[in-house]
């Protein structure tokens, strides 16, 4: 599939702050999977999944600094990666939470 027909057919509420126009897959590939992995659907993963494959994917993920905790499960059980060797959980791991009353 060609590059310009992957991007339009992601789900518009993905870019909603920044411009389509301007995105390219291979450089903008964090922003996008990003993205995904936090409010994309079915459909939008198998579209980056097609494109990048989870290594790929999973390469990119570890470096995030945020992820959502579910996003960050999946990506970890599907590339076989533990949740520790990923930025993110580090990073939450270091702020200290507020107590629960």
Known sequence: MEK???LSKLSKHLFWDVNRDTLDIDN???TIIKQ????GL????????NYYGIAQIAKVAVCFRELDKKALSFVSFISKIPIEKFRCYNYQQSI??????
């Open 4 to 6: 310009d027909k992957i």
């Open 28 to 30: 903008n590939k964090s």
């Open 36 to 39: 995904v992995l936090e409010y």
């Open 42 to 49: 079915i459909e939008d993963w198998a579209l980056i999944y």
């Open 96 to 101: 200290p939470q507020h107590w629960n009353f």
